[in-house]
């Protein structure tokens, strides 16, 4: 069978992503030729494929003679010779520059001078391989996410020197296959890990300054962000020292501290504990692969609440109130007898008048929350005349299920988790954070869209392509520029903006393309 002009696949190095790949080149009825450095790793090559294709057929994905079958197109062998007949070759080796150098000098070799030589890299530059062989131009990247048979998306890498007919050719082949290609310059990183690895180095960096603790920040991204699961559980399950090669690897190239590897990151790999494979990395996995669970939050009777303010956030509280059977009052006179006071104004200004006027009428003890921060809570705190009952909420979607607590420096000392105790009984899930811009949520994606917006005002990818890799490569539920559309590029803005008032990071400052589509009041696509 040929798909995209291949009949004849080779595939070098059989681990987990060399074995997927090998997988659903033969799922797509191509002969396969499977390659490993000795008979010790060849046998774990074959075992990986044999493991993978034997789930699907007790999943009822796949029937035992379709496996025989799958298993049947795969000749496995340690002689790159058995790879000249071969009209593509990708490589699937660990993420070494110079170890991938090695592996395409041999290739150069023993290949056709009229075969495709394809690197499987996640991070590394396409080009710097390239230069090393007699055939640069036929050199590409195409870059399979794991699991490759699960995963849709395939960044398929050109440099300058790849002729632009090897390009559609192994474009076509991912087609043909049933994957999506994804067609891009050569960039450490590329779109997915570039935009990807940013934000979970972040998240990393959040937790190592003590802004909030691990399972907060994991329990935001999710119930906040929706995405599929938290940072660190996600980088347990790359491998923390997958995590920090790519970083090195896109920093080298960036220069730019978002991707200078955390050093909380790599104490974690030099003590050897890289995530699930070990055991431990963020959390801590039984035998069976499982973290530690979580506590459960507080039940207990809804709490009688006072919602200051009028506008779109004070009617969203005042819903979410009465869904949970809570008692809502929004009267001076009826603030006396509430145990949690939620400021929802719209202008800071008056925000300021209505919570001091709270403060007075609210009785000892009574939590008061402050959601409209131009500045920081504290600013407000102090200006209440009781800032030991005051804490900053945030609400990343007012009709979700993710409340944000920021206590400051001046926050009582139980105050925040009697809040979160009184969040809870409204339904919400509460996390806890120090009193910074964005708290949790907003300071991690926020960023991350900004990256997006970036790469799309270079040029590097249009917005299909972006958020193809990271719906598609990343399973997140909708694309960076979707993200932005949905939140608005103005809103993008100004927390950005806030961002980087507060931390002077360059990073941060708003991208040109943002800015502009916030100006025009346009959305970026």
């Known amino acids: 069978m040929t798909v995209g002009a291949f009949s004849r696949i ?11 790949i090998a997988e659903v080149l033969a799922r797509g009825g191509l002969a396969v030729v499977g390659i490993e450095v000795d008979e010790d790793a060849l046998e774990r090559g074959r075992g990986n494929l044999e493991s993978s294709t034997g789930r699907a057929v007790k999943r009822g994905r796949l029937t035992e003679d379709a496996q025989r079958e799958i298993l049947g197109r795969v000749a496995f062998s340690t002689d790159f010779a058995d790879l000249g007949d071969c009209d593509l070759v990708i490589e699937a080796v660990p993420e070494r520059l110079e170890l ?38 036929k ?52 779109v997915a890990n570039r935009l990807l690895f940013g934000y979970l180095n972040q998240a990393a960096g959040m937790l190592e300054s003590g802004h909030a603790t691990r399972d907060d920040i994991d329990t935001a991204m999710k119930v906040g962000a929706g995405l599929p699961m938290g940072p660190f559980t996600l980088m347990d399950l790359i491998g ?34 890289l995530g699930r494979k070990t055991g431990r990395g ?28 009028v506008g779109p956030l004070a009617d969203a509280l005042a819903a979410l109130c009465d869904r949970a059977g809570a008692r809502v009052r929004d009267s001076a006179a009826d603030l006396a007898g509430c145990d949690l006071v939620i400021e929802a104004a719209e202008d800071p200004g008056a925000a300021r008048a209505l919570l001091s006027a709270a403060a007075q009428a609210a009785k000892p003890g009574a939590v008061l929350a402050v959601t409209s921060v131009a500045g920081s809570v504290i600013e407000q705190a102090m200006a209440t005349g009781r800032p030991a009952d005051v804490v900053g909420l945030h609400l990343p979607d007012p009709a979700g299920a993710l409340a944000e607590i920021a206590a400051t420096v001046a926050t009582g000392p139980d105050v925040a988790d009697r809040a979160a105790a009184l969040l809870g009984r409204l339904g919400l899930t509460a996390v806890r954070c120090r009193d910074r ?40 539920p909708t694309g960076p520029i979707a993200d932005l559309d949905r939140l608005g590029p103005a809103r993008a803005v100004a927390v950005l903006r806030a961002l980087h008032a507060e931390t002077r990071e360059p990073s941060l400052s708003p991208a040109p393309l943002l800015i502009e589509h916030a100006t025009a009041g346009e959305p970026l696509r």
Do not use: Q, W
């Not at 991690?444 to 249009?462: C, I």
């Open 10 to 20: 080779g595939v070098v190095g059989l681990g987990t992503m060399g074995a997927g």
């Open 100 to 137: 991938k150098r090695k592996v395409f000098a041999e290739l150069d070799r023993v290949c056709r001078e009229d075969a495709v030589l394809a690197t499987n890299t996640s991070s590394l530059s396409v080009t710097r391989i390239a230069v090393t062989t007699g055939r640069p131009a």
């Open 437 to 476: 811009a964005g708290f949790i949520v907003d300071a991690l994606r926020f960023p991350y869209l900004n990256d997006a917006a970036a790469m799309l005002g270079a040029g590097y990818a249009d917005a299909d392509s972006i958020d193809a890799a990271m719906t598609l490569g990343c399973g997140y």
């Open 139 to 190: 050199i590409v990247g195409v870059h399979f996410f794991n699991p490759a048979p699960v995963m849709k998306l395939v960044e398929v890498i050109a440099t300058v020197l790849t002729e632009p007919e090897a390009v559609t050719r192994v474009a076509a082949l991912v087609e043909g296959l049933g994957k999506t290609p994804v067609t891009i310059g050569d960039r450490a990183g590329f």
């Open 282 to 309: 963020f959390y801590s996995y039984d035998r069976s692969g499982a973290a530690e669970e979580a506590a459960a939050p507080e039940e207990g009777a809804p709490p009688a609440v006072g919602v200051v303010g």
């Open 240 to 273: 923390l020292d997958t995590c920090v090669e790519v970083l090195d690897a896109i920093y080298a190239e960036s220069r730019d501290r978002r991707h200078a590897a955390s050093p909380a990151l790599r104490e974690l790999v030099t003590a050897g504990m």
